[in-house]
């Protein structure tokens, strides 16, 4: 499975976009890359995934450059209840099940 | 719409006591089902996961186990807890598609 890396924190000023920076450089072809985020004391919620291009839904937007050797995901309006944890995975397969290997991950903060 | 349960939702327990946590899941057949373990001030570290009734693979080796008695019942045991076995346990489940959902955790201390 392919290893990422994450800054250990961000800040974000509420209203503004929130843009959290992934590196995956060792992806694999067939590798996606997904988004989780932790709020304080509960588990992780699914966000968002993708391959090769960018992905929107109805809580962010992903980002992933050419050589998908990065990603970026975007929340384009930050509340002060994204304030999480957010992790970047890069989805191994293992027979029939979908393990995800959760690394530490970037803790944004978003102040009023 | 498919609902995942765990309990308890908090446990305090004595080193060398035994331990059972219970996860089910509603709304989804033969689901795939994992056990994450979350140290403090930590990530999530996958512990078990599991592709059918009966069928549990171990990501680590430790101090617990897992069993499947039912399709959409996942249980973590421990016969006797390590104080190094305190963290947040988290369920989750998934279908092919990969996306993972989780349950509320259970928050276990052992003394």
């Known amino acids: 499975d392919a290893k990422t890396t994450q800054p250990p924190s961000m800040d974000c000023a509420e209203g503004r976009a929130a843009n959290l920076p992934c590196n995956h450089s060792?992806?694999?072809?067939?590798?996606?890359v997904y988004w989780y985020r932790q709020i304080h004391s509960q588990g992780p919620q699914y966000i968002i995934h993708g391959l090769k291009n960018n992905e929107t839904n109805e809580m962010a937007s992903l980002i992933i450059t050419e050589d998908r050797k990065s990603s970026t995901l975007i929340l384009p309006h930050a509340t002060l209840r994204d304030t999480a944890v957010y992790y970047c995975i890069v989805r191994g397969r293992s027979y029939n099940t979908d393990k995800l290997i959760f690394g530490t991950g970037t803790r944004l903060q978003v102040f009023p | 719409s498919q609902t995942i349960h765990q309990w308890p939702a908090t446990l305090v327990q004595p080193v060398g006591s035994p331990l059972s946590l219970e996860c089910t899941v509603e709304?989804?057949?033969?689901?795939?089902l994992y056990w994450y373990r979350q140290a403090a001030g930590r990530g999530l570290q996958l512990l078990f996961y599991s592709i059918g009734i009966g069928q549990i693979s171990s990501e680590v080796p430790q101090n617990l186990s897992a069993s499947r008695p039912q399709d959409r019942q996942f249980i973590l045991s421990s016969k006797k807890l390590l104080l190094s076995d305190s963290g947040f346990y988290l369920c989750?489940?998934?279908?092919?598609?990969?996306?993972?959902?989780f349950g509320p955790g259970t928050r276990l201390t052992v003394l």
């Open positions: 989750a489940w998934s279908v092919t598609s990969g996306e993972q959902f």
């Open positions: 060792t992806i694999s072809g067939n590798e996606y």
């Open positions: 709304g989804t057949s033969n689901p795939n």
